[in-house]
């Protein structure tokens, strides 16, 4: 990418898939411009979840004061730009509305390419990507990719623009067990962050049971951990979900150690679970690369187990930056330059807004 980069310009990106606004700019070497983020967490915080009516409108107040500011720290004018991306899906249809159309008139009213990207193929990248004002690394023409977030536990296997999925959730995504079982233990919205800390205060002493399928398939199931956390934490003497006093933050700070024990071995389950796939899947197939990404790739023990997983086993782990876990546009923006590069833009400014869109189907 680096041989071409100088050809490719600057490139705007804009993600509103879910309920984070962002604006980035990349140069052809896919470096880092401006990354800005809008989180809407205050807004959805007191539904629990995400609502998709106060998303989109979010996403309508806060992109133009967005987009001025991510021009700004990169000391471009919109004139510069020689490609707008925008995420396509998959999403909340009326959130990636916002961007898509905005990404489209901008690109037309510019005369430049318009690159529709799928977010799951922008996590899937962010491990190649760096954050201190260094070139993105070249993206190996085979490779494994594992993504972790709230709405995919998936493994695909990249082989230049071909992709396959060898195996996905089944039920629960992994950040959702993160979140189903903090707020179980009421520990707010997104729980995955809590369960973190906490975890990091307590010893993981009784492991839970890594699920299997009959069938021998490699795919993930988190659903049953919920029920098994649901039954320990009433023999902590804790009904489930019950409010207390103070509110989430005292209750994070005075959480007896007996809640940050279990914390910890919710978390070494799901790393478990992960591993234990990983392990199958590199056995059946040799894994040479591996990029880890997704909201749950900062998880604490996820960048440590993972890591240390591939080492034992020679295959070469790249962890997505943390500051590129979550939703950002810097993984839409080089998801689009690499797009751009080969010349596969797919519908290009007739992409529709899609809320599903397996990764498998792109051509
Ligand atoms: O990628 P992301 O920001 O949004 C989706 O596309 O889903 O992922 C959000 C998910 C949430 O479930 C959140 O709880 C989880 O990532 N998460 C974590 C951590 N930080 C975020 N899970 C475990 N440990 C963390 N430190
Ligand atoms: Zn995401």
Known sequence: MTENGADAGVVLALETSCDETAVALL????????????SQEDAHRLYGGVVPEIAARAHLENLPPLLDAALQDAGAALTDLSAVAATAGPGLVGAL??????????????????????????????????????????VPERFA?????????????FSGFGIERLARTRDDAAGEAFDKVAKMAS???????????LA?????KRPFAVAQFKDGSPDFSFSGLKTSVRERLLEL??????????GRRALEEDAAPRLCDLMADVEEAIVAQLLDRLSRL?????LGVLSVSGGVAANTLVRERIPAW?????????????ALTGDNAVMIAFAGLRRLLAGRIGEGLGAVARSRWPLETLE
Do not use: C, Q, W
Not at 187 to 197: N, T
């Open 310 to 322: 591939g080492r034992a086993r020679g295959v070469d782990v790249r962890v997505a930056p943390r």
């Open 97 to 138: 509305l916002v961007g898509l159309s905005e990404g489209k008139g901008l690109a037309l009213g510019l005369g430049v390419p318009f690159v529709p990207v799928n977010h799951i193929e922008g996590h899937a990248l962010s491990p190649f990507l760096s954050i201190d004002g260094e070139a993105a690394a070249a």
């Open 145 to 157: 990719a594992l993504v972790v977030s709230g709405g995919h536990t998936h493994v695909f296997a």
């Open 282 to 286: 590199h056995e059946a197939r040799r």
């Open 200 to 204: 990091r205060r307590g010893v993981a």
């Open 237 to 246: 003497g804790r009904a489930p979900a019950a409010g207390i006093p103070g």
């Open 187 to 197: 520990l707010g919205y997104p729980g995955g962050p809590a369960v973190d800390r």
């Open 27 to 38: 140069d052809g070497a896919g470096r880092v411009l401006a990354s800005r983020i809008a």
